[in-house]
């Protein structure tokens, strides 16, 4: 099962939580290796910057189990730097310079330290080339490794996610874990009490709200059961009227009887059936909706008070 180490995020809407892709470029004629969230910035590429393509994904929200990636930019090395750790700049304030005359560019997203990191996160490894100054960041190990030629491995900077798939896993955990929580009165988070509710409740980690139970079998079997007797209550609902009416307007057999009333013309008798039969539709409708509502809410073990779409 995926790491349950998200669930720190409480209090964070899950809309709110949402990855995020951060493009790769890099400028071969001034040494430098850009990374943004704004595709809007370079678009794909320009006269100097040439677009690599998706380099990682990051979070786009702060909660208490992420950090901050902070941008940096030296405008005489031409160099962009990320990090993790404020005090290696000494600001994290938007235009202004730090050490070594790097100034903040803001926050490029939100990762996370090893301790915090979900399985589905993986690291993002930083390097530094003193030769054309530029700092280089990737998720492959496979590109420089330990390093090579003259980029040195500085390490770990910290962990992200290599797909917007993985980064929805772990979100949806999050609100999982939550969920349960909710559920046991309130009580802090316990993993062997989330471990016992999966247990008790199936494999719904991707389902964390009720409403969301639409796909299970049973809620399957309540729609297909709804529709053959929504069908058949409405073809008797026209044979009864057929008779009716004919009975009405004394048609012998043999005789075609219509089943619209608007071709019986102003009779009393067939205005009156056609009353009946509008006040007895009415009310089938209706009780066909809170049938159905009543029946999936128990399909789906909603308790009184929670909220449940009537129709799937």
């Known amino acids: 099962?995926?790491?349950?180490?998200?669930?720190?995020?409480?209090?964070?809407?899950?809309?709110?939580?949402?990855?995020?892709?951060?493009?790769?470029?890099?400028?071969?004629?001034?040494?430098?290796?850009?990374?943004?969230?704004?595709?809007?910035?370079?678009?794909?590429?320009?006269?100097?910057?040439?677009?690599?393509?998706?380099?990682f994904y990051v979070a786009s929200s702060k909660c208490e189990s992420n950090t901050p990636l902070f941008r940096y930019y030296q405008p005489t090395r031409y160099d962009h730097f990320y990090t993790t750790t404020a005090s290696e700049i000494g600001?994290?304030?938007?235009?202004?310079?730090?050490?070594?005359?790097?100034?903040?560019?803001?926050?490029?997203?939100?990762?996370?330290?090893?301790?915090?990191?979900?399985?589905?996160?993986?690291?993002?490894?930083?390097?530094?080339?003193?030769?054309?100054?530029?700092?280089?960041?990737?998720?492959?190990?496979?590109?420089?490794?330990?390093?090579?030629?003259?980029?040195?491995?500085?390490?770990?900077?910290?962990?992200?996610?290599?797909?917007?798939?993985?980064?929805?896993?772990?979100?949806?955990?999050?609100?999982?874990?939550?969920w349960f929580a909710k559920e046991m009165d309130g009580d802090s988070f316990d993993e062997e009490k989330v471990a016992a509710g999966f247990e008790l409740f199936g494999e719904v980690e991707h389902m964390p709200f009720h409403s969301l139970q639409a796909e299970s079998g049973k809620a399957m079997a309540a729609n297909s059961w709804l529709l053959i007797f929504a069908v058949v209550a409405v073809v008797l609902l026209v044979v009864i009227r057929m008779v009716y009416q004919k009975k009405q307007c004394g048609q012998k057999k043999g005789e075609r009887a219509y089943a619209f009333p608007s071709l019986q013309g102003e009779s009393g008798k067939a205005m009156a059936a056609n009353s009946w039969l509008l006040i007895f539709a009415v009310v089938a409708v209706v009780l066909l909706v809170v049938i159905r509502m009543v029946y999936q809410k128990k399909q789906c073990g909603q308790k009184k008070g929670d909220e449940y779409a009537p129709l799937v």
């Not at 409480?10 to 943004?36: C, E, K, L, N, Q």
Request: glycine share 12%; hydrophobic share 35%; aromatic share 16%.
């Open 1 to 55: 099962m995926i790491s349950v180490i998200l669930a720190l995020c409480v209090g964070i809407a899950a809309a709110a939580v949402v990855p995020v892709p951060v493009y790769r470029y890099w400028a071969s004629s001034i040494g430098d290796h850009f990374y943004t969230t704004s595709y809007s910035e370079l678009y794909g590429g320009n006269g100097v910057y040439t677009y690599e393509g998706i380099g």
């Open 91 to 178: 600001t994290t304030t938007a235009g202004v310079s730090g050490n070594y005359g790097y100034i903040s560019e803001g926050v490029l997203g939100y990762c996370n330290p090893a301790a915090t990191a979900g399985e589905d996160m993986v690291p993002l490894y930083r390097y530094w080339n003193s030769v054309i100054a530029d700092h280089f960041y990737t998720i492959s190990w496979s590109e420089l490794g330990a390093g090579a030629g003259n980029w040195n491995y500085e390490g770990i900077q910290c962990y992200v996610y290599s797909s917007a798939t993985a980064a929805r896993e772990e979100q949806n955990v999050a609100q999982t874990d939550d």
